[in-house]
């Protein structure tokens, strides 16, 4: 195994039927030996059972129902022999022989299988002296560091899913891979005595040789991947991130509201007071002043009305509201620094929250357009299908935009995978640039 890379690496290069067959005998060998472990361990045992229970049972005189009676219970007893020896190194071989298997899937396949391991817990030591691992209480630090990885290991169910791997493997991939390496083996040895036979079977190994180990691909998909629990816990983590963030995000929309109206509106709602107030007192000495004191009050009021529309704005625009998520887009365009065009095939509204976070993150891409990327055209399509709005917005600007830690990109990446979607970003350097933001929900 340690030359897989070169020959793979010439496997991947060969061209026409000779390289592909030449790679797939490679790689049906390789699976092979990575598969063939529970064979290699259960084999023996049941034969060394069954030969001892036959044995036995041929030399019995007894009735046959009896005969057979002891026949069965011999079986069972190679049955759990055979248990025994597969149990006893499973712990030690499971995880190292899916590990390569992953790889493999991975280098061959494409198969990207992530998974996590139960890690050794640290052990305490109690006020008492005694040391604690995590599930008792041990006299000395030795044992309990033992203990710890010795329950780690065998109450891993990612381990134990290995296990099950193993075995799956070894009735499902094993004969698909080890077929052609037979066919060939034995078209090899009878080709001398029976040439016809031999070729024939010769023929067969090299046409099932590029396709045998590819059973690895939907076994692996299901036996190879993550266990529940640990899809779970991946979940879990996903779902407090955005908690955190929604969090953050929600405090620092508040402070921008508080800031928005503290230096505008309330500035201006303090000096509308302070100009009726003196006007009162000029109202019977100093009419003239009283009324440009007035007129300046009143241009205080709209100047402040302008403010809180604008804060309103930006909190839940109107036209997002009264005319959906299409006709709030295009009116985005209409604003825009560059020439936007709007197509959409969206046939209702979705959800309110749903339809303010496409709304704000294409008034991003927007901007981003216009400011980061230099565009001079910009095109917004909206698409609903299979229970998913997409909003995908693609420019003609300088590209290599990325969803760095701490962009704009980013923030956008979480809103959206707050609602269980997703973003994509297509920017090589020198553009274009193509962005989708997509969320699952519901037209109403």
Not at 314 to 324: S, T
Request: proline letters at 5%.
């Amino acid at each position: 195994m340690g030359g897989s890379t070169a020959t793979e690496g010439a496997g991947t290069v060969a061209n026409g039927v000779p390289g592909r067959i030449v790679v797939g005998l490679w790689r049906c060998a390789v699976l092979t030996a990575l598969t063939c472990l529970p064979v290699l361990v259960a084999g023996p045992v049941a034969w060394a059972g069954g030969s001892l229970a036959y044995s036995w049972s041929a030399g019995m005189t007894a009735a046959l129902p009896l005969r057979a009676l002891a026949v069965g219970g011999e079986t069972l007893l190679v049955l759990l022999w055979t248990g025994v020896a597969l149990w006893t190194v499973h712990p030690f071989t499971s995880r190292p022989l899916a590990g390569a298997a992953r790889r493999r899937a991975a280098r061959w396949l494409g198969l990207e299988l992530a998974v996590a391991y139960r890690r050794t817990r640290p052990v305490v030591r109690m006020a008492t002296g005694f040391w604690w691992d995590g599930h008792e209480y041990h006299r000395s630090e030795r044992e309990a560091r033992r203990r710890a990885a010795v329950h780690a290991r065998y109450h891993d169910p990612q381990l134990h899913w290995d296990g099950v791997w193993l075995l799956g493997a070894a009735v499902t991939v094993l004969p698909a891979a080890a077929l052609p390496l037979l066919a060939l083996l034995l078209g090899a040895l009878l080709t001398a005595a029976h040439p016809g036979y031999g070729l024939l079977l010769v023929a067969a190994g090299a046409a099932a040789a590029p396709f045998g180990w590819r059973a690895l691909g939907p076994v692996g998909r299901r036996l190879l991947g993550p266990v529940a629990s640990t899809r779970l816990g991946w979940r879990v983590a996903e779902l407090e991130a955005i908690r955190a963030d929604l969090t953050q995000t929600q405090a620092a929309e508040l402070e921008r509201i508080e800031r928005g109206l503290h230096d505008g509106a309330q500035a201006r709602l303090v000096a509308l007071g302070m100009s009726m107030g003196a006007a009162e007192h000029l109202v019977d000495r100093d009419p003239a002043a009283a009324k440009r004191l007035l007129a300046e009050a009143r241009s205080a009021s709209a100047g402040a009305l302008d403010e809180l529309r604008a804060l309103v704005r930006g909190i839940n625009p109107p036209v997002l509201v009264e005319r959906g998520l299409v006709d709030a887009v295009r009116a985005l365009a209409l604003d825009a620094a560059v020439e936007a065009e709007v197509v959409s095939r969206v046939p209702a509204r979705p959800e309110r929250p749903v339809e303010a976070a496409l709304y704000f993150a294409v008034a991003e891409l927007l901007t981003n357009a216009a400011k980061h990327a230099r565009a001079t055209r910009v095109l917004v399509e909206l698409h609903y299908e299979g229970r998913t709005l997409t909003a995908t917005v693609s420019d003609d600007g300088v590209g290599g935009a990325a969803a760095a830690p701490g962009s704009g990109l980013s923030g956008l990446e979480r809103r959206a995978a707050a609602f269980g979607g997703r973003l994509d970003v297509d920017s090589p350097v020198g553009g274009p640039t193509r962005i989708t933001v997509a969320v699952p929900c519901e037209l109403s």
